[in-house]
Nanobody
Framework: VQLQASGGGLAQAGGSLRLSCAAS????????MGWFRQAPGKEREFVAA????????AYAHSVKGRFTIARDRAKNTLYLQMSNLKPEDTAVYYC?????????????????WGQGTQVTVSS
């Protein structure tokens, strides 16, 4: 599976952005997928995940209620809708997929990664 992330940019605190991750390759639609992020000087961390048939999602505590993960199967694209952004959301965001159906918040469980897209939130 090949992943291409896009949609990052600059936003003000309280604003919104939507990230996209276009997937291609065999069985791309049958996999659990997730978003991770890495802030400067910090480890990459889990943000959100969705299972293979889109009926189960998980979120990091820091983004729950503000971010929404979703998938458009017709477009083979994963999204992360980010609302009420905070300066601490500033990071490079990565989409990822794993070879199994069920969600995971562990980056080691994901085998395919997009190239990352920068999100910067100003106060």
């Amino acid at each position: 599976v090949q992943l291409q992330a896009s949609g990052g940019g600059l936003a003000q605190a309280g604003g919104s952005l939507r990230l996209s991750c276009a997937a291609s390759g065999r069985s791309a639609s049958n996999r659990a997928m997730g978003w991770f992020r890495q802030a400067p000087g910090k480890e990459r961390e889990f943000v959100a995940a969705i299972n293979w048939n889109d009926d189960d999602t998980a979120y990091a505590h820091s983004v729950k209620g503000r971010f929404t993960i979703a998938r458009d199967r017709a477009k083979n694209t994963l999204y992360l809708q980010m609302s009420n952004l905070k300066p601490e959301d500033t990071a490079v965001y990565y989409c990822a997929s794993r070879q199994f159906h069920f969600i995971s918040n562990s980056q080691g469980d994901y085998t395919s990664w997009g190239q990352g897209t920068q999100v910067t939130v100003s106060s």
